[in-house]
């Protein structure tokens, strides 16, 4: 079990952070399939939001995930950096999370 939060992805304020700072909310990148939440937190694939960017934003990632996903392509971004932090392959990730985003 990790209590730390961490996250492995590049920092890239505003638009998100790589760690808690004040006001932000924790988003785990990969949440839909049973399981992926607490996969995407034991990775470190979570970022962190301003309120107005994870969920009552116009842009929110809750509200507004085509955009997150066709026009910043956060998915394919943690998936890239996955692969390359752990050293692994798209084909372990296919394995570990159920789908590919590259
Ligand atoms: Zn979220």
Redesign the pocket.
């Known amino acids: 079990m990790i209590n730390k939060e961490f996250s492995i992805l590049n920092n890239n304020a505003p638009l998100w952070y790589n760690r808690r700072i004040n006001g932000t909310e924790r ?2 990148i990969f949440e839909g399939r049973t399981g992926n939440r607490n996969k995407s937190i034991e990775d470190g694939l979570v970022i962190f939001l301003k309120p107005e960017l ?1 969920r009552t934003g116009k842009y929110a ?2 509200k507004n995930p085509k955009y997150w996903k066709e026009e910043i392509k956060i998915q394919e971004i943690a998936e890239r950096r996955w692969c390359e932090y752990y050293k692994k392959t798209p084909d372990d990730f296919l394995k570990r999370y159920g789908r590919n985003y590259l």
């Open positions: 988003h785990e994870h990632i809750h």
